[in-house]
Structure formats: C-alpha cells, structure tokens
C-alpha cells in the first residue's frame, strides 16, 4: 500500500511503495532526500479524475566493502545508510517483497541548492601579524619623518641667535679688525721725505710739515665726556700761515663710519663752514681702522682745502682735521694728508 512521505524542506507530500521503507528517496518536488519511515500514514486514494502522482526517485547508496545485504531481511531489520542524493544510472535495486524490480524513475536535472550565506570571515594569527607588522612599520617611518623638521628648526634657531650675538658683538665694536682689511692708506716716501719733525702728543706721535708749532688745542662741544685735543698750525708770516693740523682723542669706541655721516658741516671742528666730500671706505692705517674724506670751505672770501680722518685704535676713536690755506694750498694739503699717514701710537714723545 502507498505511503505518504512529507520532504522536510518543501513540506509537500508524495506517494511511496511501502516496500521502501527505511530507504532513502530524493523529493520530486525540491531535491531533497528523505527517509521513509515506518509511521508514514497511508496514502488517501486519489480523486476521479486527478492525475497519478509522480514516483520517488530512489537515493543509490552503494553498500559498504565486505557486507552484502540479504534480500529476504524484513524492511524492518534493514538499515538504510543516508548518503547524498546521486544520479541513477543503471536499474533499481530488487524491491524486498516479491523479487520485482523497480523500475527506475526518469532522469530529472540535478537539485538547484538554495544560496547560502557565505561563512564569516576568519583571520588566522598568521595573516593578521604581516599586516600589524605593516602597519607599526609605517608608523615609525611616520615617526621618523618628524626628525628633519626637528633638525630643520634647531638650525633656524641656531642660526637666529647666530644673527643677535653678531649683531650684539656690532653694537659693541661696530668698527672691523685691521687684519681683515686689504686696502690700506699708504705714505708715498717722496711725500714724507717733505715733512719736517715728528711731533707728539696725547699718546701719539706724527711727522708735520715744516714751519708748524703747537698751537691752541680746538673746542670740544659736542664730543663724549673725557675727550682731549691738540693742534699745530703754520707759524704766521709763512706762505702756509692760516693751515692746521688738529686732532681729537675719544676715550670710547664709536662707529667712524656713523659719525663721519654725521658731520656735514664739521660745526666747530674747523670754526668756519666746511663740507666733507669723497668719503672712502674703511680701510687700514698702520694698525688702525680709518675712514677718510676731503674737506672744502671758506674763511671769509678765502677758500680752504683739507682732509678729515676718522680712525678707530683699539679703545679709542680719533678725529683728525688738516685744513691747507695760503698760496701753495694743493700742496700743503697734500702735506697734511701725508702726515696723518705717520700718525703712531706711543706712550712717550718720541725724538726727532
């Protein structure tokens, strides 16, 4: 008598032999395999006129290696074991009741398997530590980069505080070292072979031209606290009578080069108007630094000729003004400006 065999998946029901029970058979309607049981309810005669029901398929399950099964066992006694559900190729196997055997159902397309989520994606310690030893990697090239900017700032620094001590370092000595000028005010020896005798005075010594005595030392308005003075002029009656020699002793360093700018008109260094003209660079004077420039005025309706030297000796500054007058003014000028070239420190009037 037929059996009705329920699929566990789709929930449909299909008519059975009950001469396969406890065998595998595969769903007519979704695939799936299912095991006949012994409880399987009858099947209800179908209704006049209703279309036969399809036959299962038979599941093949090949027996196990060194066991045959006997065909005269009761179903009850036979144990079917589940395999996955294969395609029939050859007849079905004898029916347990009767030695009749079952022909095989039609070929039918394999079972479409509904999708499935895919498994959750597992990482294995093997494949997580490459990409964490990556990752620290890049971290400390990231750490690593940050040193050049660090580097980069410190020689900003360095170098801004390089900049303030010159700078500071100027303020206190604005005036460069002798040694590191090249170009210096040299004496042409024709020149000083005209001069007469050496002269002294505040610590310093100079050859003059002839006929210049020691005269009245010139005002000091205006100069730093401490400053001295001394002068030589022409004896009067000389064709070189109205020219002077004066020099100012500053006991402080100033910047020559600022002051000298700072004297336009020479105010009461020469006691008439005066202008400075062709201002040089700094350049040496034996062991001192010297600015020097040529001077031009008037006493009255008479023109004078000079020069102006502003030199820097160690702790000291000295301002030098030579002014020529008379008939021969070109070359008394050019006297006086030889024998600022002569001009040495000593602690002693030295002899003639």
Known sequence: MPLSVRCDRCSKSQSVPDSLVGEPIICVY?????????????????????????EPRVAMTPPKRGVVAAASAPPSRRTAMPRPPQRATGPAPAAAHGGAAVPAPPAAPPPVMPPTAPPP?????????????????????????????????????????????????????????????TQQFPANPAAVALLGARKAGLGYSLKLPPDFEEATPPPLEGLPAGTKSIAWAAKAGTE??????????????????QELRGLPGLGGFVEYPANIQNKSTW?????????????????????????????????????????????????IQFLLDHAVRTLERSAEPAAD
């Not at 209704?47 to 036969?52: H, I, N, Q, R």
């Not at 020069?307 to 160690?314: R, S």
Request: aromatic share 6%; net charge negative; glycine share 8%.
């Open 283 to 331: 350049q040496r004077l034996g062991k001192m630094v010297a600015v020097r420039g040529l001077v031009e005025g008037s006493e009255g309706s008479e023109p004078r000729k000079g020069v102006i030297y502003l030199l820097a000796d160690e702790d000291r500054t000295l301002i030098v003004v030579g002014m020529a007058a008379g008939n021969k003014m070109a070359e």
């Open 121 to 181: 994606r597992t990482q294995e310690v093997e494949q997580v530590e490459p990409f964490l030893e990556t990752y620290e990697r890049a971290v400390q090239l990231q750490k690593t980069s940050v040193w050049p900017w660090i580097f980069a700032g410190i020689m900003a620094v360095g170098i801004l505080i390089a900049v303030v001590a010159a700078m500071l370092v100027k303020q206190l000595n604005p005036n460069p070292a002798p040694h590191t000028l």
């Open 30 to 54: 979704c695939g799936n395999q299912v095991i006949v049981s012994e409880d399987a309810p009858l099947m209800p005669p179908p209704l006049p006129g209703a279309a036969p029901a399809a």
């Open 240 to 257: 070189d009578a109205g020219s002077f020699l004066r020099i100012w002793v500053i006991p402080d360093t100033l910047n020559i080069d």
